[in-house]
T-cell receptor, first 113, second 116 residues
């Protein structure tokens, strides 16, 4: 499984756009990039998943450059409720075999008023 | 609510006692995973079921831990002779795996265990 590197923590202010970058230099051809969000005392919540270029959903965008050695989670106009730990995960998601998720320590995002 | 549910949400026990946790996955999901999370760390994989079959176990899972998924629906995780080092959040996740599908795991709220 590809190792990921994320900043330990980030601060932002309400209303700002936040970009969290994850490095994954050893990503394999069949690996996808997945981001989860976790609030204290809750299970991780799936945010977004992508393979290349750009993916956007109702809560975030995921930017993946052509070499796929990094990815950036973009949260538009954050609010206080976006304060959480964000995990970047890399691994195959073909359903032929099970995929145990390998979490790092994540990025603690703190949104300030 | 049709998400993953876990019971109990909190458990306090004395060292040496046995505890059992339950996970109810999203109803049509055929895969079920157990993870453990300690403070300040990301979740760590423990074991996984495809329907009722337990197909993989982590080396983190000592002999005191056992998991079942008897009818391919809910699952239980039992810890025998608990130790203080077992104190953690125990997370369950489920997914729908199919040949053409991308698998996404959805997590429950977790059971927080404190061993005194």
């Amino acid at each position: 499984l590809a190792k990921t590197t994320q900043p330990i923590s980030m601060d932002s202010y309400e209303g700002q756009e936040v970009n969290i970058t994850c490095s994954h230099n050893n990503i394999a051809t069949n690996d996808y990039i997945t981001w989860y969000q976790q609030f204290p005392s809750q299970g991780p919540r799936f945010i977004i998943q992508g393979y290349k270029t750009k993916v956007t959903n109702e809560v975030a965008s995921l930017f993946i450059p052509a070499d796929r050695k990094s990815s950036t989670l973009s949260l538009p106009r954050v609010s206080l409720s976006d304060t959480a730990v964000y995990y970047c995960l890399v691994g195959p998601i073909s359903s032929g075999s099970a995929r145990q998720l390998t979490f790092g320590s994540g990025t603690q995002l703190t949104v300030l008023p | 609510d049709t998400g993953v549910s876990q019971d109990p949400r909190h458990k306090i026990t004395k060292r040496g006692q046995n505890v059992t946790f339950r996970c109810d996955p999203i109803s049509e999901h055929n895969r079920l995973y157990w993870y453990r999370q300690t403070l300040g760390q990301g979740p760590e994989f423990l074991t996984y079921f495809q329907n009722e079959a337990q197909l993989e176990k982590s080396r983190l899972l000592s002999d005191r831990f056992s998991a079942e998924r008897p009818k391919g629906s809910f699952s239980t995780l039992e810890i025998q002779r608990t130790e203080q080092g077992d104190s953690a959040m125990y997370l369950c996740a489920s997914s729908l795996a199919g040949l053409a599908a991308k698998e996404t795991q959805y997590f429950g709220p977790g059971t927080r265990l404190l061993v005194l």
